[in-house]
């Protein structure tokens, strides 16, 4: 075992996911020997060149069971292979299986608790399996060294939840950066020059704001919605869009890597975060894209949660929006966009936020304790 070791699991592909590669990088920048264990079931992904960087591939049309089974022999051999002093679980399906590989090893476990995955949106309807992720939690987050969590309120909540009392905040913040190599959206996407471009980044799933989106798409001309991510229903919102005759103004770009996203993201006219309230995950959600947007400059449109809107507020970077009023949206992203001096007021604020909100200040608060 080897203090200045430390081993990532996750189930995703690294490449892809900005906490992950950014808490990789850091490590890694501070001189700590860093591997990566992650995973990969999309044909045509990436696969990193570092040897440390681990990406093995599943097949997840087949079974479900015959995936997760695959995936936890691989995760746990790896998990004993490796010599690491402090193990990152960086979801729950990993939490398990480097709870009692870390144990055996006398190392440390930290839990990024990048959601409240007893309360996941996505397992509303699935109750069963929601359940086992709720088990799994309360039965190994008490083995765990510290928890992670993406803000204030989530901390709060698994305190009381659990009785635990071991918190470290660490927002999804992007690295600090003043310049970017912008991406002619426009030219790319052949995009028209009188079209406003907004931007939603992050997975395609029901109760992120899609379909309230494409509802303003409807009624409003000027715009030009890009979708920069993958997930389970970008064919049933690519599907949406045609129905609602507003395909033309809807653009699905697809996975852009993590080197990449932010020039793409300084070439849009506004980010969208308008996650609903259908889960306590939800609820309290804290996204990545949201400060990506802010440290590109980028004015973002955000619904009124609890912990978007305080980030939002404090910084005026931009529109906090009811999702319960119907005509809400339309109004203030119009508002914004028909007057020069509050967009460029945002946009302002949103840099002058950046200098704040990024990465290398928050990691601090893992590297405290971590030393």
């Not at 992670?148 to 309120?153: A, S």
């Not at 590109?296 to 970077?317: F, R, W």
Request: aromatic residues 14%; contains cysteine; proline residues 2%.
């Amino acid at each position: 075992m080897n203090k200045q070791h430390v081993c990532i699991a996750f189930l995703g592909n690294i490449l892809y996911d900005t906490r992950a590669l950014n808490l990789y990088k850091s490590l890694s920048s501070h001189n700590y020997f860093t591997e990566v264990i992650s995973f990969d079931w999309e044909n045509g992904a990436d696969k990193p060149d570092n040897k440390n960087l681990k990406v093995f591939r599943l097949d997840k049309k087949k079974s479900s069971l015959f995936f997760y089974v695959k995936f936890s022999i691989i995760l746990f051999l790896n998990l004993l292979s490796s010599k690491a002093g402090a193990f990152f679980a960086e979801d729950i399906y990993t939490l398990p299986f480097v709870c009692i590989a870390a144990k055996m090893k006398g190392a440390k476990v930290f839990y990024d608790s990048r959601e409240l995955f007893g309360f996941l949106a996505g397992l509303k309807d699935k109750k069963r399996i929601q359940k086992i992720l709720a088990w799994i939690e309360k039965r190994f987050i008490a083995k765990t060294d510290y928890v992670i969590v993406t803000g204030e309120m989530d901390g709060e909540f698994l305190k009381k939840q659990y009785n635990i009392n071991n918190i470290i905040v660490l927002r999804n913040l992007p690295f600090y950066k003043e310049k970017f190599n912008k991406v002619d959206l426009r030219e790319k996407y052949s995009i028209e020059e009188n079209k406003k471009i907004l931007l939603y980044q992050g997975v395609v799933l029901h109760g992120r704001g899609l379909k309230v989106i494409f509802d303003f798409l409807k009624s409003n001309e000027g715009f030009t919605l890009l979708v920069i991510g993958y997930g389970a229903y970008k064919d049933y919102y690519e599907k949406l869009s045609h129905e609602m005759g507003i395909a033309e103004n809807v653009i699905f770009a697809g996975k852009i890597p993590q080197e990449e996203l932010l020039n793409y993201s300084a070439g849009a006219d506004m980010g969208l975060a308008l996650i609903e309230n259908i889960s306590l995950s939800y609820y309290y959600a804290l996204p990545n894209k949201l400060f990506e947007y802010i440290m590109t400059g980028l004015p973002v449109a955000v619904s009124k949660l609890p912990q978007m809107e305080k980030i939002v507020n404090d910084y005026n970077a931009g529109i906090c929006v009811d999702l319960e009023k119907p005509d809400e949206l339309s109004e203030k992203i119009k508002s914004v966009f028909a007057d020069e001096k509050v967009l460029t007021g945002y946009k302002t604020n949103c840099l002058n936020a950046a200098k704040e909100l990024n990465w290398d200040k928050e990691i601090e608060r893992l590297f405290n304790v971590l030393n």
